[in-house]
Every structure is written in C-alpha cells, then in structure tokens.
T-cell receptor, first 112, second 110 residues
Framework: KAGVTQTPRYLIKTRGQQVTLSCSPI?????VSWYQQTPGQGLQFLFE???????NKGNFPGRFSGRQFSNSRSEMNVSTLELGDSALYLC???????????FGQGTRLTVV | QKEVEQNSGPLSVPEGAIASLNCTYS??????FFWYRQYSGKSPELIMS????GDKEDGRFTAQLNKASQYVSLLIRDSQPSDSATYLC??????????FGTGTRLLVSP
C-alpha cells in the first residue's frame, strides 16, 4: 500500500513569490492535515480537510491556504513568501476521525 | 502553559537499557495520543497510538496513558543505537488537529 506522497521534495523560492505544495494521501484516507516544522517552533498545525471541506485551521496568516479535491488529494498555497516561511511542510493522512496520522516525506521550502 | 510538554533532552542511555520518555498535556478532553519518532532530516514516523488509560505494548515499545494526571509516556526496552532520534508526543485535540510537543532527543550509546 503506497504511503503519503508529497511533491515536490525541495523548493527554493524568492521572497514575494508564491508556492503550491501537493499531497496525495494513502488510498482510502479522506482526511488530510498540514503542518509546518521549524527548528524554533517545532511542528505546528496549519489546517485540516475532510471531504473537500476545511474543518480546522491553525493560527497562521491568510497567506497560507489550502484545498482538497474530490479524490482526497490536497494542495496548500503560500502567497507573498517571507524568509520566515522557510520550513519543512508536512502532510498527514488519516483513515478516519481520531485515528493515527501518517506523514509524507515533506517538502523542504527555502525562501531566499 | 504549553499544550503538550516534553523534556527536550538529550536523554542518554546505554545500549540494552530502558529509555523512558514522558509527556504532559493540558487539554482534558483529548481522546487520542501518539508517539512519533523522527530522525534528523526525515518526517515523523508513527511508533505508538494509545486511546485509553493503561499500558499498550508493541514489541520493545510500551505506551502508558493516565488521563487523570494528563500524562503519557513511552518506554523503549532493550534500546538500540538505531533508536537514537527525536521522539515527539502528539495529542489529537479534535478534527485531526495534532498538537505536538517539542520532542525529546534520545541518544543510545553502544
């Protein structure tokens, strides 16, 4: 069974640009959540989607947005990139409510 | 008060010893609790999940949950150098929002 797939693995962007990250959950999993991991702040929750609906959102500015498609694949977008957005962005896939989260390999974003 | 607290370590144990990792959480209504292992530069890997009070064993790993004390722990028996990693405690606070501790770095020396 394939795991969670995130693309791309690495990205380098310039301040002010925007970026889109993609996540394909484990087959049959309908919930996807996104996390930002930085050395200073650790793992922080961005948002969660279930059946194309955002059910929960973390404390991030509106520059961070996401969506989920009917096949459960999800994308997150960061607009007007700042140096502080440099981080490992992780996608997690859940089979159902209150079950384990399985993480993808992450996308390492560097903003220069 | 942080929602999920862990000692950052490093916790150093010799090979073959038992490593004990601890975590406390603040949200009393939390229902599910997880331990993840993260190697440097890699993504978190699920080690254990626990949903009810008591112990849950899986191989060399035992998770313990005490909801009254808002405390979760992970015991690693017969620690191996390959267990050296950062261990993250996570609590599901609702709608798949996992709140993570800052992690405990474990070092197992041969």
């Amino acid at each position: 069974k394939a795991g969670v797939t995130q693309t791309p693995r690495y990205l380098i962007k310039t301040r002010g640009q925007q970026v889109t990250l993609s996540c394909s959950p484990i087959s049959g999993h309908r919930s996807v959540s996104w996390y930002q991991q930085t050395p200073g702040q650790g793992l922080q929750f961005l948002f969660e989607y279930f059946s194309e609906t955002q059910r929960n959102k973390g404390n991030f500015p509106g520059r961070f947005s996401g969506r989920q498609f009917s096949n459960s694949r999800s994308e997150m977008n960061v607009s007007t990139l700042e140096l502080g957005d440099s981080a490992l962005y992780l996608c997690a896939s859940f089979r159902d409510t209150n079950t384990e989260a399985f993480f993808g390999q992450g996308t390492r974003l560097t903003v220069v | 008060q942080k929602e999920v607290e862990q000692n950052s370590g490093p916790l150093s144990v010799p090979e073959g010893a038992i490593a004990s990792l601890n975590c406390t959480y603040s949200d009393r209504v939390s229902q599910s609790f997880f331990w993840y292992r993260q190697y440097s530069g890699k993504s978190p890997e699920l080690i254990m999940s626990i949903y009810s009070n008591g112990d849950k064993e899986d191989g060399r790993f035992t998770a313990q949950l005490n909801k009254a004390s808002q405390y979760v722990s992970l015991l690693i028996r017969d620690s191996q150098p390959s267990d050296s990693a950062t261990y993250l405690c996570a609590v599901n606070t609702g709608f798949q929002k996992l709140v993570f501790g800052t992690g405990t770095r474990l070092l197992v020396s041969p």
